[in-house]
């Protein structure tokens, strides 16, 4: 039992320095360093609001926090993902010297991401004081869908990163999913103007799901409805199962080809 | 409005063509990723499968393709679809012959079944019959769609590189054993999957993976860090935990003689700083029980080297049970109390230092004899 402990504490002093390592690498030759991480998507939300407020300003409320709400939620999953697919390749020394298995460096990326989210989420809330808008018990549900969502994050990126050991275009190809996965999870624009059969679409696509759960509790202060609970557990377990199994199954080949 | 909702509809179809393909070349990629995974294990013992079954399906599994050879889309879906399920088109070649005799073997890990009745001591780490098949693939597909177009035609084929060819050994308690052999003989394959990070195709070690340590050198630094950042990190990664790190942090600058360029970026500092390094951190802790040496003794200026060779030597009094590889022969023959000597992946001699290591210059002289004699 005690060595378990230790054992527990050694991954998670493993794991914090993995993140200040990517952290400090991320920002190692700029002067604003860390500020970066609440400077860019404050930048990002004036640039969006400018550009499309005229023109969704009748539909959308609060726009900017609509944006918001659904733009940090989006970047955590695609820094996740397109981070923790490279994790295996880029700590191939690494990976062979360590104790620790592969999925340690994939989990490592995630959390990165997440910490790139947490200073995000600093400038969402001074926002959400700035457009008033009205706190409620509901906002404390928050954690769900971000605890599900990292879940998906991780299932997908050690995926991922199985398959970039063996075809590294499966980098060029991810990026093109992630665009087409933006575009069909309504960040700027509103979901209802589009046709019911795009809205089905919409409905299929996980990380839409979860902002959509983040922004009812966030910004309309509602309860989400019990098949969108059902929606973002059912994503986030089978995401983090699904992942988890392909990463296993293929370990061994993995270590065999790096 | 009726403009409207006939543009959403072509836009739907649109975005569903777009993930179909998506999917598609996505499911492909899992295809593609299992059957060589499968190819990779097909031999490694957990196949127990009979090889009748494996031969019923390659039929089918051409019979079918036979069956759809005109539509390109289909035969691929098909094709690779069959590979998931039981995709061992390729393995029938490997399946017989050798191979066989492998599947009698299991892999295990872990000391719990040794049997105390031996008559002799028990060996801390036996290598029992290992072989380790690497597979090259000898068309150069650099990427999916080249490595989808070759498949297609049937020109992907397999080069099969053998590591490490039926290794058999034993190392008992408090032996200081070295393993030699010219360079891509396996050695590094050897160590690592002793260590662990490897498992063999066919045969098992036996070795108790939680007193097991690697040192290896040089390699893990993350570049943009600076030194002591690095210290931290790969302190962590090797397995140490934070209050030892904080408590041995000066004994390893002092070690590695960095005084004042811990703050330094590590990519400003020279190969011998970083190897220097590395070796601090690696040694820095107490001696494990089984210690893997990996040419960790060919660091820095000569100064070093002796420094670095007494904390060895520290080590190895220390009751350690030591695996090294080294290719200077000093080394080996001053510390080694036995010397396993793989050549290509074929154990040549297993025994006395000093035996081993005149037969290896022995076989050395002759090949330089043979060269000379080419060269005119």
């Known amino acids: 039992m005690g060595r378990n402990r230790e054992d527990r504490k050694q991954y998670l002093f493993a794991l914090r320095q993995m993140v200040t390592r990517e952290t400090k690498r991320k920002y190692a030759r700029s002067y604003l360093g860390i500020l970066w991480s609440v400077l860019n998507p404050l930048l990002h939300m004036t640039v969006m609001s400018l550009v499309f407020s005229t023109i969704f300003k009748r539909s959308i409320e609060n726009y900017p926090i609509y944006l918001f709400t659904g733009q940090l939620f989006w970047s955590l999953f695609s ?32 959390l990165t991401a997440l910490s790139n989210f947490g200073y995000s989420f600093a400038a969402y809330v001074v926002m959400l004081f700035l457009f008033r808008i009205r706190p409620t018990v509901y906002m404390l549900l928050l954690p769900v869908p971000l605890i599900l969502l990292l879940m998906f994050s991780t299932g997908v990126a050690l995926g991922l990163s199985v398959f970039y050991v063996f075809f590294a275009d499966i980098k060029y190809l991810y990026s093109v999913l992630l665009q087409l996965l933006m575009y069909v999870s309504a960040l700027f624009y509103p979901a209802d103007r589009l046709s019911e059969g795009m809205q089905k679409v919409l409905d299929l696509n996980p990380i839409y799901n979860f902002i959509l759960y983040a922004r009812d509790v966030m910004l309309y202060g509602v309860m989400p409805e019990p098949e969108l609970w059902f929606k973002i557990f059912l994503w986030g377990i089978a995401g983090l199962g699904g992942g988890y199994f392909l990463f296993k199954y293929n370990e061994n080949s993995v270590m065999q080809k790096i | 409005m009726r403009a409207e909702t006939r543009w959403g509809y072509k836009m739907m179809l649109t975005w569903v063509f777009l993930a179909a393909a998506m999917a598609a070349a996505i499911s492909i990629g899992a295809a593609c990723l299992l059957q060589s995974q499968r190819r990779l294990e097909g031999q490694s013992g957990r196949t127990d499968r009979p090889y009748l079954g494996q031969r019923k399906t390659e039929e089918a599994y051409l019979a079918e393709e036979a069956g759809n050879g005109s539509e390109d889309g289909m035969a691929l879906a098909k094709e690779t679809g069959n590979g998931d399920e039981d995709g061992m088109a390729f393995e ?13 073997y299991e892999e295990e890990y872990g000391l719990e079944e040794w049997d105390d009745t031996e008559e002799y001591e028990e060996p801390v780490i036996s290598v029992q019959n290992v072989t380790m098949i690497f597979h090259i693939s000898t068309s150069n597909a650099s990427g999916l769609k080249e490595y989808l177009i070759q498949r297609l035609k049937h020109q992907v084929s397999h080069r099969e590189l053998i590591a490490l060819d039926h290794v058999d050994f034993d190392v008992y308690q408090g032996e200081v054993v070295g393993i030699i052999g010219t360079n891509g003989s396996g050695k590094s394959t050897l160590l690592r999957i002793v260590s662990g990070a490897l498992r063999p195709t066919a045969g098992r070690v036996l070795v108790d993976r939680r007193k097991v340590q690697l040192l290896t050198l040089g390699t893990g630094f993350d570049m943009e860090l600076s030194a002591r950042e690095n210290v931290y990190l790969n302190g962590a990664m090797i397995g140490y935990s934070k209050a030892f790190l904080d408590s041995h942090y000066q004994r390893i600058v002092q070690f590695a003689e960095l005084e004042g360029f811990m703050e330094e970026k590590v990519k400003n500092f020279s190969s011998g700083m970083v190897s220097r390094l590395g070796f601090a951190i690696a040694t820095a802790g107490d001696a494990a029980e089984i210690l893997i040496l990996d040419e960790v003794l060919s660091v820095g200026d000569e100064f070093f080297r002796k420094k670095s060779l007494k904390r060895i030597q520290e080590m190895i009094h220390g009751g350690s049970t030591v695996l090294m590889v080294s290719h200077g022969m000093g080394t080996i023959l001053e510390h080694c109390t036995k010397v396993v000597w793989i050549e290509k992946g074929v154990l040549q001699m297993v025994g006395d230092a000093a035996e081993v290591c005149g037969a290896y210059r022995g076989m050395e002289a002759d090949k330089e004899k043979e060269w000379s004699e080419k060269l005119g």
Do not use: C, H, P, W
């Open chain 1, 79 to 110: 820094e996740a993902t397109s981070q923790g697919m490279s994790a295996l390749t880029d700590n191939k020394s690494m990976l062979l010297k360590t104790k620790f298995s592969g999925q340690t460096f994939v989990i490592a990326r995630v």
């Open chain 2, 92 to 104: 029938e070649d490997l399946a017989d012959g050798a191979f066989e005799e492998s599947l009698l």
